[in-house]
């Protein structure tokens, strides 16, 4: 669903959630985030309420530089899980194209005639699977830690969340940018969605659930909103 004021559009998505949550990202797009069961009505009444609000960000964070887009091409720093990492990028005529890690660089063989969407798609496919063995793993340990059987896993781009969880299917997604972001910044969205397979929503309850498994959780969940 989505609403506009001012000419601003507003994507709504509705969640397992208790209040209703506005959010402008650095790139333009808005969110609002409403309970399962709130009306249309209710929705467009609580962010006309934010109409101030919600001008005042949106010029601000159009008003900003624009982030310039990475090219993939050697010399670029990539982030990869929080550290700067040199970007190196080799051709290769055989059929093998793919991104490995080499010491303090990450190393990119490709085509000659390779485009940027290509190599795009190669550093996303290199995210994918460091980001899924350390998933893999760090899941399993706390599966055994906190006594919970096998849980199964996705990793793919997300617009507005860093995981999500489907308790009855003891199933978790994940976001590719994870793979960005340093590892116990990763484990903290772990623990917050395995705390999801007890309780559901974000009650006093869960928060509770999650703090006794992870008392610092606070600042993690902090240091991660700055990615």
Not at 17 to 25: D, F, G, I, K
Not at 106 to 127: N, P, Q, T, W
Not at 157 to 180: H, I
Request: charged share 35%.
């Amino acid at each position: 669903m989505e609403m506009y004021i001012d000419g601003i559009r507003v994507e709504v998505e509705r969640r397992r959630v208790r209040n209703m949550r506005l959010t402008v990202y650095a790139d333009g797009r808005v969110s609002m985030v409403v309970p399962w069961l709130t009306t249309a009505g209710a929705a467009r009444e609580f962010l006309f309420s934010k109409r101030e609000w919600l001008q005042k960000h949106y010029e601000s964070m159009m008003s900003r530089p624009k982030k310039q887009e990475p090219e993939y091409v050697t010399g670029e720093r990539l982030l990869v899980f929080g550290r700067e990492t040199e970007l190196r990028v080799e051709t290769t005529s055989g059929r093998s194209q793919g991104v490995v890690r080499m010491g303090d660089k990450v190393v990119m063989y490709c085509h000659s005639g390779a485009d940027r969407a290509k190599r795009e798609a190669l550093i996303e496919e290199f995210y994918r699977n460091e980001l899924y063995k350390y998933i893999r793993r760090r899941l399993g340990e706390y599966c055994e830690q906190y006594g919970e059987e096998e849980v199964g896993f996705r990793i793919r781009r997300m617009k507005t969340e860093w995981g999500s969880c489907t308790a009855r299917k003891r199933s978790m997604l994940f976001n590719l940018r994870l793979g960005t972001v340093p590892e116990e910044l990763i484990d903290y969205v772990i623990v917050h969605e395995m705390c999801h397979l007890r309780v559901q929503n974000h009650s006093e309850q869960f928060w509770r659930l999650v703090e006794s498994r992870m008392p610092d959780y606070r600042e993690r969940k902090k240091a991660l909103s700055r990615y």
